[in-house]
């Protein structure tokens, strides 16, 4: 995948947020990222000044606790832009890992640079505006599931979203995602079998 064909990505995916983005104004120059499975794009407790934008693969956000103990926060599927806003805009250390869970590639940009530009297209800032507000509904959405919905329609959701993890990802990550102990979710996985039956 060239770095062409990725930003030609990236202008589709501003696009459908805001038409009318002058492109021919935005000169910024992207690092291209190659992933293998199980790389990092972000460390947890690092700075980082670039924003990133995946243009093929699928990521998850994972932290880790004092005591060692992994939590899967979030799933990602490309395109889609990813980073620590924490880190961009404070200057402070991701609170986050973002890890690739298929081979991915990845465009990254400086921060400054990359707003500065944005700053100065209003469709572009409104598109950046329009794809933050997509992040809090699906952040709201995410944490009504986990308080309304039971586990077994959490899991039950996680197999529809993400089909093609259904059988690659770890026990833990997945019990994580949803909310659970990797014991509950072996209950949920023989439950549902034998409804099957």
């Given at each position: 995948m060239d770095k062409q064909f990725l930003m030609q990505q990236l202008r589709?995916?501003?696009?459908?947020?805001?038409?009318?983005i002058d492109w021919e104004r935005c000169k910024i120059e992207p690092k291209v990222h190659v992933?293998?499975?199980g790389e990092c794009l972000l460390k947890q407790g690092e700075l980082s000044d670039r924003m990133f934008f995946l243009g093929s693969g699928l990521v998850r956000y994972y932290s880790l606790?004092?005591?060692g103990k992994e939590y899967t926060q979030t799933l990602t599927k490309a395109p889609r832009l990813v980073g620590s806003t924490?880190?961009?805009?404070?200057?402070?250390?991701a609170l986050f890992s973002i890890e690739a869970l298929t081979t991915s590639v990845a465009l990254?940009?400086?921060w400054q640079?990359?707003?500065?530009?944005?700053s100065q297209d209003l469709a572009f800032t409104q598109a950046y505006v329009r794809f933050l507000e997509s992040i809090f509904i699906s952040k709201e959405q995410k944490e009504h599931a986990m308080v309304k919905h039971s586990a077994t329609q959490r899991y039950l959701d996680f197999c529809r979203d993400f089909s093609e993890l259904m059988e690659t990802l770890p026990k833990q990550q997945i019990a994580s995602y949803i909310g659970?102990?990797?014991?509950?979710?072996?209950?949920?996985?023989?439950?549902?079998?034998n409804d099957e039956q």
């Open positions: 589709h995916f501003f696009d459908q947020y805001q038409a009318g992933l293998n499975k606790s004092e005591s924490q880190a961009l805009t404070l200057a402070r250390p990254s940009f400086h640079l990359f707003y500065q530009q944005m659970i102990t990797p014991i509950a979710l072996s209950r949920i996985r023989t439950q549902l079998k």
